[in-house]
């Protein structure tokens, strides 16, 4: 299953932003809730963004006080990080660029291919309808040099007039052979379109080479001026034609989802681009548990299947640089649940090619700079615990923790959740959860002492010792949970609370709380391990609170059992899902058949 944006490894993002790579791009600051609140662009990411952390100006030192991760994507050059820079603004209105952004769109050009004798124009609105559009591009002067040069080369209609009109200033001026003149017909301004058309696609070679070459005649004839002309519409052309990304491609209805699996020693990621009309809609990082990261096609398999499940908006089709296991299997899935055809394929060329190997390139770059903040996160776990012995001035340093919380609603389905972090990094093999099962309702205090008698109890049986015992509340929480411990024959672990207000921390004989450093190495993880534990509580309380959902409105349908409930629980996971999916979707489950289908459609909706 795939964990999305599962950051295992945070560390301060003053020392993350050294890890970054020196290449164009754009950079992505999110705040502790996973918020994007700023998006700039950089020629290099690690120098901007570094840039943060020791500015003195107000507006860089408000920008810092938010961060919390950084996300980033690499691009080919300056103009398709502008442009990715604004379509990211405009998409997820991050609350610190508001007074950046700009309500103008970059420009395109377009042809109003349906006429019999199209016009070339420049335009800031894409819009679905019969134009062929070129862009976006970044800057609009280069646009018009170009389109002027473009004008000369190649006399297409530029003047907005309907036919049949009188001579255009372009005919007087002798810039060749107009379509408002009669010297014109169909067949000539066609191949006129045709070959303005290859020049925009990219097909430029010949062009600049002629260009060129009436530059240097112009200048051996000592015309200086018409020789700088060209020169600058020489410069402007290869400036909207430079080596162009996906994120400025020219293939404006491109509507497509690209995926591509990576991996490093310790994770494997699987990248998703969404392209929606020939740009960048979104870019996810997903963290998968994995078995073995080399089978690529099932790690594929599996994650589509699960990504499409829950999502409400499918692109007209996906590509991979490895085909998935069951390809047939899920594009049959998609078209029953999108009712339309969504082909996967492996695209060898073209833009599709482009789009695959821009994705896998900042995957690559993600996934190496997760394993540089692997090795810089052991540095900064030592750190945190040496720091954390010497705050609370603890007898040995807590190697291994455990910390416990408890979540529930107004008393009902109460729970508690034990996470343990080992040398600083969480082991989620020896997580536990606990069903309360004697405490009353609203007292945690008695549901800690009873997490605690059962703790213990087990401690018995096991060979290694927590070092510090942590647990999440305030005064009283430390009180029951010390009490326990006394009675118990592990006197000598340590234990402490920490209140969320504050972020005070009790030990059972000091009197006062004590106040962890603000920006100290052992606040932060601290309040790792704390966020850690609630996060684990909260999310088994959901799970059994969505379960008795599911159950008491599953238990009066007639024909479905144990099994069948069970089942569809293990399928869609929530009341929700199962409550929005079609009759097809549910008789996808092995043991539901089509009346059982219609039979729960009808009961719950």
Partial sequence: MPNKNLDKLHIDPRNSSKLLPQSNGVYIFKNQDDKIVYV?????????????????????????????????????????????ENDLIKKNKPKLNVRLKDDKSFPYIKINIQDDFPQFFITRNLIKDNGKYFGPYANVSNVRKTLNQLGKLFPYRSCEEKLPFKLCMDFHIKRGKKPCSSQANKDEYKKIVEQTISFLEGNTKKTLDFLNLSMWDA?????????????????????????????????????????DVAANNLETWVDVLQVRNGKIKNRDHFQMEVQDFHDKRQILSSFIKTYYLKNDYPPNEIIVDNFPYDKEDIEKFLKIKYSKNIKISKPERG????????????????????????????????????????????KKNPELIECFDISHIQGTSVVASMVVFSNGKPDK??????????????????????????????????????DLMLVDGGKGQLTATYQELKKSKFKNIQIASIAKQREEIFLPENKESIILKNGSYGKHMIQRIRDEAHRFAVEYHRKKRSKKMISSELDSISGIGPKKKKALIQFFGSVKNIRN?????????????????????DSIN
């Fill in 351 to 394: 833009s599709k090619k482009e789009i695959i190997q821009f994705l896998s390139k900042n995957l690559n770059r993600w996934v190496e700079y997760r394993e540089n903040r692997v090795n810089q996160n052991e540095e900064a776990a030592k750190l945190s615990l040496l720091d954390i012995k010497k705050q609370l001035e603890l």
């Fill in 429 to 466: 093999s020896k997580y536990r959860r606990f069903e309360l099962k004697n405490s009353q309702k609203n007292d945690d205090y008695s549901a800690l002492k009873e997490i605690f008698q059962r703790r213990l109890k087990r401690l018995e049986n096991e060979e290694i010792l927590p």
């Fill in 219 to 259: 200048s051996k004839s000592q015309d200086y001026e018409k020789a700088a002309s060209i020169r600058d519409n020489i410069a402007a052309i290869e400036s909207i034609f430079e080596k162009q990304s996906v994120i400025t491609s020219k293939k404006t209805n491109l509507n497509l989802d690209a995926f």
């Fill in 581 to 601: 999916s079609t009759v097809e979707e549910l008789a996808k489950v092995k043991i539901i058949n089509t009346k059982d289908a219609k039979r729960i459609k």
């Fill in 40 to 84: 700039g662009k950089a020629k290099n990411l690690k120098s901007r963004v570094s840039s943060y952390f020791t500015s003195k100006e107000t507006r860089a030192k408000r920008i810092k006080k938010e961060i919390y991760s950084i996300d980033f994507i690499i691009s080919e050059n300056e103009e398709d990080a502008l442009i990715l």
